[in-house]
Structure formats: C-alpha cells, structure tokens
T-cell receptor, first 114, second 113 residues
Framework: AQSVSQHNHHVILSEAASLELGCNYS??????LFWYVQYPGQHLQLLLK??????LVKGIKGFEAEFIKSKFSFNLRKPSVQWSDTAEYFC????????????FGQGTELSVKP | DVKVTQSSRYLVKRTGEKVFLECVQD?????MFWYRQDPGLGLRLIYF???????EKGDIPEGYSVSREKKERFSLILESASTNQTSMYLC????????????FGDGTRLSIL
C-alpha cells in the first residue's frame, strides 16, 4: 500500500536556525507531492506542491522543497526559521489517476524558540 | 479564495448517538473529502466524493457514512457514535483539474462521552 513517512515527530529550533523536515513516500509511479502547514487553531494551508518539472519548488513564506525521485523523498527546507513558523507540517502525496486522494504523513510539530 | 465551512468547531455527543458533521464549499468543486486527524497518525481519509450522489470509501470508513445530495455540501455521519471516534474531523474540497490542491475547513473537534 502507498504510504508517506515523516522522519521527525517534533523538532525544536531557535530563531534563525535552518530547517529541514524529511518526507519519504512509497510508490513507484507518478505522484504529486504537497506540504501543508497547520498553525495553532487554524486550518491546513498549502505551503507548496510538486507536479512535474523543476524538482526544486518554492512555496510561500520562504519555504522550499526538493523532489528526489531516486530517493522517493520530498524534504522541506527553510534557511532561517522565525517564531511565527511554529506549527505542524504535513507531507502528502496523491497518486495519479486516483481522484486526487491525498495520503498524509504523520506530521511534524515544529517549535521555534524566540 | 476558496472557503470550506464546517458547521461546528466543537461538538460533544454521547455514545450511541447518531452524529452529523456538515461541510459546505463555495467554489463549485467536484471533489470533497472527509479526514480524521489524530496525534501521531496525521490525517486519514474516511470517505470522498467526486460528484453529487457519488461516494467512495477511503482508508478508514468503518462506523461512518456520507451523503452528498448537493454539489456544495458533503455530510459525514457517525451512525452510532463510539468513544474511539473522538477526534478532529477535517473536510476538504478540490476542483476537477489534475494539478489542483485540496482546500481545508477549520475542522470539527468531536468528543464522544
């Protein structure tokens, strides 16, 4: 069965530190990949998405992610985090021709200390 | 901007009750989804619908049913609520294009006592 795995459940960083959150998926065919963010008390928002083309995608708020097909990975990065980045981050994959269903990872809670 | 509205932010019900969670979207989207979100498990798909009166089971449909009588509204029904259905429930909608993301509502935190 297809699955998405996020390596870290809880990450604690100080402001200005660099961030990398790992995400791996298990499916050999065509996938679309997403990172969503959920700020405390808010709904899930799309950070960025990858469908095809340049494997380095840029999203909102200075986030970027790199699709590495050979490693089945789609890691999220930000060079310098801010306190306002404190949130839960979800990686998700949708399988081509399966109606746009999303398979989510377990989520990573990011706490940024001021 | 897409607006997905869930009828309640918080809901408390008793074991055995029939529970209805409502979701409305304002963008004429074909596809709608219901997930539950639990700590350490991420979001898991309960049911989805790609058209009016159409529904498909997701990964964890047991104990749930859905109704989609109108395009903008997708209801999740707990036939006989149990304590293990205490969770956060998220509704999402998505347009028909292959490259479009899902848009989420604020969620309903449901407690079954």
């Amino acid at each position: 069965a297809q699955s998405v795995s996020q390596h870290n459940h809880h990450v604690i960083l100080s402001e200005a530190a660099s961030l990398e959150l790992g995400c791996n998926y298990s499916y050999g065919g065509t996938v679309n990949l997403f990172w969503y963010v959920q700020y405390p008390g808010q709904h899930l928002q799309l950070l960025l998405k990858y469908f095809s083309g340049d494997p380095l995608v840029k999203g909102i708020k200075g986030f970027e992610a790199e699709f590495i097909k050979s490693k089945f990975s789609f890691n999220l990065r930000k060079p310098s985090v801010q306190w306002s980045d404190t949130a839960e981050y979800f990686c998700a994959a949708s399988i081509y021709n399966q109606g746009g269903k999303l398979i989510f990872g377990q989520g990573t809670e990011l706490s940024v200390k001021p | 901007d897409v607006k997905v509205t869930q009828s309640s932010r918080y809901l408390v019900k008793r074991t055995g009750e029939k529970v209805f969670l409502e979701c409305v979207q304002d963008m004429d989207h074909e596809n709608m989804f219901w997930y539950r979100q639990d700590p350490g498990l991420g979001l898991r798909l309960i049911y989805f619908s790609y058209d009016v009166k159409m529904k498909e089971k997701g990964d964890i449909p047991e104990g749930y049913s859905v109704s989609r009588e109108k395009k903008e509204r997708f209801s999740l029904i707990l036939e006989s609520a149990s304590t293990n259905q205490t969770s956060m429930y998220l509704c999402a909608s998505r347009g028909g294009g292959g490259n479009l993301p899902q848009h989420f509502g604020d969620g309903t935190r449901l407690s079954i006592l």
